[in-house]
C-alpha cells in the first residue's frame, strides 16, 4: 500500500485553513463522545500523528494514544507510543483490546473495498469504540486535489492531471506508474457504503455550504 495511506494530509496546512477549522469542530465533537467513557482510556489512532493531536491541543489526563502507521515513529513524548501496522490488519491488537479506535481520512485511502472491508472489520474487532471520520464521496470539490468534480473524472484523466498538473495536496507527479497508483490509491466513500462498513453506528454529518463534506461513523450516543 502506498505510504499515503497513513499521511494525516491536513497537516500540512495553514492553521487558519477552513480544512483546520473543520478539523477543530469535529475535534470538539470527539472531545464530547470521550467524556462518556470512564479513565484511563486507551485510543488507537490510524493513520495519526502528533502533531495532529498536538494542533488541537489535546491534554487530557489517563488518555494514552497509539499511533499506528506503515512506519513507527520515533521519540515521541507521554502519552503517545508509535507502532507500525496495516489498517487492514491490526493483528498486534487482541479482540476488543482498545477502548477507541479513531482514524481521521484513512479509510478512503484503501484503493479497493475489498480493502476498506478489511480495516472496518479489525475496527469493530479491536474497538470497544469507535470514531472513524472519511470524506463524502458525493461533495464537488474533491478533497485529495482540490478541483472541482475530480472524483468523477475518467482514471486516465485523472492520471494526466496529476502528471502535469500541481493541484491541492497531492502535487504534480511525474512519473506515470507513481501517478498512476496515487490516483488509483483514493476510493472516495459515500454515506450509504459507509453505513454498509458500519452497520450498526451512528452517522455524523459534517456540512459545509449546505453540502455533506464528510462523515463520522461513531459508536457514541451524543
Same mark, same amino acid.
Given at each position: 500500500?502506498s505510504?499515503?495511506?497513513?499521511?494525516?494530509?491536513?497537516?500540512?496546512?495553514?492553521?487558519?485553513?477552513?480544512?483546520?477549522?473543520?478539523?477543530?469542530?469535529?475535534?470538539?465533537?470527539?472531545?464530547?463522545?470521550?467524556?462518556?467513557? +470512564?479513565? +484511563?482510556?486507551?485510543?488507537?489512532?490510524?493513520?495519526?500523528?502528533?502533531?495532529?493531536?498536538?494542533?488541537?491541543?489535546?491534554?487530557?489526563?489517563?488518555?494514552?494514544?497509539?499511533?499506528?502507521?506503515?512506519?513507527?515513529?520515533?521519540?515521541?513524548?507521554? +502519552?503517545?507510543?508509535?507502532?507500525?501496522?496495516?489498517?487492514?490488519a491490526?493483528?498486534?491488537?487482541?479482540?476488543?483490546?482498545?477502548?477507541?479506535?479513531?482514524?481521521?481520512?484513512?479509510?478512503?485511502?484503501?484503493?479497493?473495498?475489498?480493502?476498506?472491508?478489511?480495516m472496518?472489520?479489525?475496527?469493530?474487532?479491536?474497538?470497544?469504540?469507535?470514531?472513524?471520520?472519511?470524506?463524502?464521496?458525493?461533495?464537488?470539490?474533491?478533497?485529495?486535489?482540490?478541483? +472541482?468534480?475530480?472524483?468523477?473524472?475518467?482514471?486516465?484523466?485523472?492520471r494526466?492531471?496529476?502528471?502535469?498538473?500541481?493541484?491541492?495536496?497531492?502535487?504534480?507527479?511525474?512519473?506515470?506508474?507513481?501517478?498512476?497508483?496515487?490516483?488509483?490509491?483514493?476510493?472516495?466513500?459515500?454515506?450509504?457504503?459507509?453505513?454498509?462498513?458500519?452497520?450498526?453506528?451512528?452517522?455524523?454529518?459534517?456540512?459545509?455550504?449546505?453540502?455533506?463534506?464528510?462523515?463520522?461513523?461513531?459508536?457514541?450516543?451524543v
Amino acid at each position: 500500500m502506498s505510504g499515503k495511506i497513513f499521511q494525516q494530509i491536513a497537516d500540512n496546512q495553514v492553521e487558519n485553513s477552513l480544512s483546520h477549522q473543520m478539523r477543530s469542530k469535529r475535534f470538539t465533537f470527539f472531545k464530547a463522545c470521550l467524556q462518556q467513557l +470512564p479513565k +484511563p482510556i486507551t485510543i488507537l489512532d490510524i493513520g495519526g500523528t502528533h502533531s495532529f493531536w498536538q494542533s488541537m491541543q489535546f491534554n487530557e489526563a489517563d488518555v494514552s494514544i497509539i499511533l499506528l502507521n506503515l512506519e513507527e515513529a520515533q521519540q515521541l513524548p507521554h +502519552p503517545f507510543t508509535s507502532v507500525q501496522g496495516d489498517a487492514t490488519a491490526l493483528t498486534q491488537f487482541a479482540d476488543q483490546s482498545i477502548d477507541i479506535v479513531f482514524s481521521n481520512s484513512v479509510i478512503e485511502h484503501l484503493f479497493n473495498w475489498e480493502n476498506q472491508q478489511k480495516m472496518a472489520a479489525e475496527v469493530l474487532r479491536v474497538g470497544k469504540q469507535h470514531f472513524i471520520q472519511t470524506p463524502n464521496y458525493w461533495f464537488p470539490i474533491e478533497p485529495h486535489w482540490v478541483f +472541482p468534480l475530480f472524483q468523477f473524472l475518467p482514471p486516465i484523466v485523472k492520471r494526466w492531471m496529476t502528471q502535469h498538473l500541481s493541484l491541492g495536496h497531492i502535487g504534480k507527479i511525474n512519473n506515470p506508474e507513481m501517478a498512476k497508483k496515487q490516483v488509483d490509491e483514493i476510493k472516495l466513500l459515500t454515506k450509504n457504503e459507509l453505513v454498509q462498513l458500519f452497520p450498526q453506528s451512528r452517522i455524523y454529518e459534517e456540512k459545509f455550504a449546505g453540502f455533506n463534506k464528510s462523515f463520522i461513523a461513531h459508536s457514541f450516543s451524543v
